[in-house]
């Protein structure tokens, strides 16, 4: 079994920053692609970005020049660096990567338990 823990979630001011964090542990082979989702109340969950184990960043349209992501492989931890947040941003974000469990396996999503962002005054 896989868990996804992510942390860094709060409350901020609008142009306010906060940096999300989510670390993989269980049974790892390998990480394929990690990434990060949001879903606001009344919403569906969306994309905000993704990092591929090799490649280039993948980030939607309405963060882009403001959120950054990362990954650290060797902690197995997947960042979300965010600036200039808006309210609109405010949702519930969820860390999710894509885990091979032993050589050979098959691939499987998984998916954090998710941590509230708040950008109000």
């Known amino acids: 079994q896989v868990q996804l823990v992510e942390s860094g979630g709060g409350l901020v001011q609008p142009g306010g920053s906060l940096r999300l964090s989510c670390a993989a542990s269980?049974?790892?082979?390998?990480?394929?692609?990690m990434g990060w989702y949001r879903q606001a109340p009344g919403k569906q969950r969306e994309l905000v970005a993704t990092?591929?184990?090799?490649?280039?960043?993948n980030y939607a349209d309405f963060v882009k020049g403001r959120f950054a992501i990362s990954r650290d492989n060797a902690k197995n931890t997947v960042y979300l660096q965010m600036n200039s947040l808006k309210p609109e941003d405010t949702a519930v974000y969820y860390c999710?990567?894509?885990?091979?469990?032993?050589?050979?396996?098959?691939?499987?999503?998984?998916w954090g338990q998710g941590t509230p962002v708040t950008v109000s005054s």
């Open positions: 999710n990567a894509d885990v091979r469990s032993f050589y050979g396996g098959s691939w499987r999503s998984y």
């Open positions: 269980g049974s790892i082979f390998s990480i394929n692609a």
């Open positions: 990092a591929p184990s090799g490649g280039s960043a």
